[in-house]
Nanobody, 127 residues
């Protein structure tokens, strides 16, 4: 079974940092584009950061560009999202996701969605 498990969420003050992790199993990790999505209350889920299967290409939504960094460790089948300079509008449930590299390109997957999603982790930015 394909499994993705996000962790690392929590409550943080504005301007603070958090690092999310996503442990995966059940698929060939290095053959997949991976990414992070988030969904705030009463809003649609949006792709915010994605990285290609090779790790050579990344995509960031304009709302997080320059503040968030996505990375992958293929040896550990794990992805990360380093979030800095957090703002109250970053409050959301964050999900990790994966898309087979032959099923679509990174940009399309990040904008329109991926094949597999994990359960989310809540991030709350508040003073």
């Amino acid at each position: 079974d394909v499994q993705l498990q996000a962790s690392g969420g929590g409550l943080v003050q504005p301007g603070g940092s958090l690092r999310l992790s996503c442990a995966t199993s059940g698929f060939t990790f290095d053959g997949y584009t991976i990414g992070w999505f988030r969904q705030a209350p009463a809003k649609v889920r949006e792709g915010i950061a994605c990285i290609s299967s090779s790790g050579d290409s990344t995509f960031y939504a304009s709302s997080v560009k320059g503040r968030f960094t996505i990375s992958r460790d293929d040896a550990k089948n794990t992805m990360y999202l380093q979030m800095n300079s957090l703002r109250p509008e970053d409050t959301a449930v964050y999900y990790c996701a994966a898309l087979h590299s032959e099923a679509g390109d990174m940009y399309t997957g990040c904008v329109y969605g991926m094949q597999y999603y994990g359960k989310g982790t809540q991030v709350t930015v508040s003073s």
